[in-house]
């Protein structure tokens, strides 16, 4: 695989589909990730999405330290990671490394992107208190994105029939998830 | 099938996978539907739902007059429709005749409900000026939500092999989907 750069105008495309994500974030020398099934774009140029993030994360607490996040889009070889991400606090210890999980530097903030994902947005927060105090709603504008040029290239994604474990992944409820499917032209 | 009521603890459940999905509203006697990729949830219980609405849109005309929208979930079978319904505009005429689609009375609003939709949720804006004027982003909370009990149940949507024409669908760009495919457990 190589990560190549997506076009900020294309990057909504990353996350239209509705895929759950892994949101990373860092604080000084304090860094941290979770899930998110909550996660969609907002705006096309520049792009901006949304996340949901609940009071009680430690991934919040740097994020509004921070003022950055990074979005990365999981594939289904990190199904069991993804889930346990999801259920553990980053107050209760390192998850990254219990997890086998490793992550590495973006381009433009110091959230950490998770590797052996499939897209990443690298986000800076959009300050708007009402909404983060009353709704958990975070609105980030994307300065970055990229994405693994074996099933996103040409602002599309495509899984051929060797890509299985690198299809995305869209939660329903309880560590219950579907897997991205089949391709359809609606033209 | 058989349309049967969700809890509204649930509700979330029939967005959390990220299907896109119809938009109906109505105002008087005019009534109208749009398709919207970025819809997800943002709380469980009262549910809430986010929904981004273009300035441009008929839809959102409607639903700014009325204070209710209704969101329906369609299947593979409405591909087509679904797309079409994207492409036009309520202004230039009605849209329900000539792309065959059918609506029918929610329990709680009076936007229309698209038939043979697997899910449907009535929503009341939760009004916030500032996130409708400078974001397109309403608030809706789910005051009803019903289901095909084909494909949900007891709280979980499930696609049978037989109900390949009724999974879910996802947008990436241009008219491509994603069908909602293969169910995996990650626990």
């Known amino acids: ?3 190549q750069a997506v076009p900020l105008a294309q990057a909504y495309r990353l996350l239209n589909h509705g895929p759950t994500v892994l949101v990373g974030a860092a604080a000084g020398d304090r860094h941290n990730v979770m899930a998110a099934a909550w996660c969609m774009p907002l705006d096309f140029d520049p792009p901006k999405i949304l996340v949901v993030l609940d009071k009680a994360t430690y991934t919040r607490e740097l994020i509004e330290q921070s003022g950055e996040f990074a979005i990365s889009v999981p594939p ?7 889930v346990a991400v999801g259920n553990r ?3 209760d210890g390192d998850k990254f490394g219990p997890l086998g ?3 590495f530097a973006g381009d433009q903030v110091a959230a950490p992107l998770i590797e052996d994902c499939l897209a990443w947005l690298e986000c800076r927060v959009v300050p708007e208190p009402h909404n983060q105090s009353r709704y958990d709603l975070f609105i980030g504008e994307v300065v970055a994105a990229s994405a693994d040029d074996r099933v996103f290239s040409g602002g599309r994604w495509h899984f051929r029939p060797e890509d ?3 299809r995305t ?4 409820a ?3 998830f579907f897997v991205t499917g089949e391709s ?3 033209n």
Chains 1, 2 share one sequence.
């Not at 289904?76 to 993804?82: P, V």
């Open 89 to 91: 606090s980053g107050r």
């Open 1 to 3: 695989m190589a990560r």
């Open 169 to 172: 992944l869209h939660h329903v």
């Open 101 to 103: 999980l490793h992550h």
């Open 174 to 176: 309880g560590g219950a």
């Open 184 to 186: 359809v032209d609606g």
């Open 164 to 166: 299985e474990a690198l």
């Open 76 to 82: 289904r070889a990190l199904l069991s990671a993804t």
